[in-house]
C-alpha cells in the first residue's frame, strides 16, 4: 500500500532528527585519566578537538577507582593511568587492547607544605625522619594500598627506613589532588604528591624531592579500551604526538613516547 506523500515526509524527518543526535554521540571520546594528569590532559584534550573536531569529555580519579569502573562497564574508550599495576589489573580483567597500549609519562614524588609554613628545605635520604618533621601534624597522600602516589610513597619511605615511625601521622585521601588540597588549605601540614601536581598549586610548596631510586619508576601507561570507538586510534596517536609533548613537559611531566608527528 502506497502512503500519501506527506506521511512519507514526516517520516523522512522523524528519522533524520534521531539519526542527527547518534553522529553528534559518536564523535565524543571518553577518556578515564589519573587525578595528577588534569590540568595537562585538560589542554591537550582541548588542542586535540580543535584539530579533529571531536570531543573529548575526561573523567578524572584515581587509577585504582577507574580501573575499577572499566572492570564494571563504565563506557571510556582511553584509559590513563598513574602506575603499571592498574593497567596490569585492566589488561587481567581483558578490559583494554594490549596492542595499543603505551608508557606515556613519567614523574616523580615531592614533600610538600603550605606556601606560607614556615617548613624549610630538606633533604631526603636514607634515614629521613618525617615523622619528626611532622611533629604532631598529618601527612596527607593518596591512600598506600591502592592510590598510586600513596603506594610510591610508602614505597619510598619503606626504602629510606621511614614508613614505621611516620606511618601513624598519614592522612589518607582518595586521590592525589584530595591530599594536594589537604596540604594547600593548610588542613595537613604536609603532604606527599607527585611533583607535575604541586607546580599547578600556588597554595603549595615543595620543601624535598624523593630520590628516584627509593621506589618504583613512576610511569604513566595508556591504553584504548576493549569497547573503544574506532576515533580512539587517532586520539592515541595525538597523545603520542609532538604537540601533546610540548604540553606535558610545560606542566613537569617527563614525556616517555617516542613522538609520532
Request: no cysteine.
Amino acid at each position: 500500500m502506497k502512503r500519501p506523500a506527506r506521511v512519507v515526509t514526516i517520516l523522512a524527518v522523524l528519522l533524520g532528527s534521531g539519526l542527527a543526535p547518534a553522529r553528534a554521540q559518536d564523535d565524543t571520546l571518553t577518556v578515564f585519566a589519573a587525578a595528577s594528569m588534569k590540568n595537562a590532559l585538560d589542554e591537550v584534550n582541548h588542542a586535540y578537538s580543535a584539530k579533529s573536531g571531536v570531543k573529548v569529555t575526561s573523567s578524572y580519579a584515581a587509577s585504582s577507582v577507574l580501573a575499577r569502573q572499566i572492570e564494571q562497564g563504565a563506557p571510556a574508550d582511553i584509559f590513563i593511568s598513574a602506575d603499571l599495576e592498574w593497567m596490569d589489573y585492566a589488561a587481567g580483567k581483558k578490559d583494554i587492547d594490549q596492542a595499543s597500549r603505551t608508557s606515556l609519562l613519567g614523574n616523580s614524588i615531592v614533600l610538600i607544605a603550605a606556601k606560607d609554613s614556615k617548613f624549610a628545605d630538606v633533604t631526603i635520604g636514607e634515614g629521613f625522619d618525617l615523622a619528626k618533621l611532622a611533629g604532631n601534624g598529618k601527612i596527607a597522600t593518596g591512600d598506600v594500598k591502592s592510590v598510586p602516589v600513596g603506594k610510591y610513597a610508602k614505597a619510598a619511605l619503606e626504602k629510606l627506613g621511614s614508613w614505621t615511625a611516620a606511618e601513624p601521622k598519614f592522612a589518607m585521601a582518595e586521590s592525589v589532588r584530595a591530599a594536594l588540597t589537604l596540604v594547600s588549605r593548610g588542613e595537613a601540614p604536609l603532604g606527599i604528591v607527585y611533583a607535575t601536581d604541586a607546580k599547578i598549586d600556588p597554595g603549595v610548596k615543595v620543601i624535598g624531592t624523593f630520590p628516584a631510586d627509593s621506589h618504583p619508576a613512576i610511569i604513566y601507561p595508556v591504553a584504548a579500551t576493549t569497547k573503544a570507538k574506532s576515533e580512539s586510534a587517532d586520539y592515541l596517536t595525538f597523545l603520542k604526538g609532538s604537540a601533546s609533548k610540548t604540553i606535558m613537559e610545560k606542566y613537569g611531566f617527563t614525556f616517555l613516547a617516542k613522538p609520532t608527528t
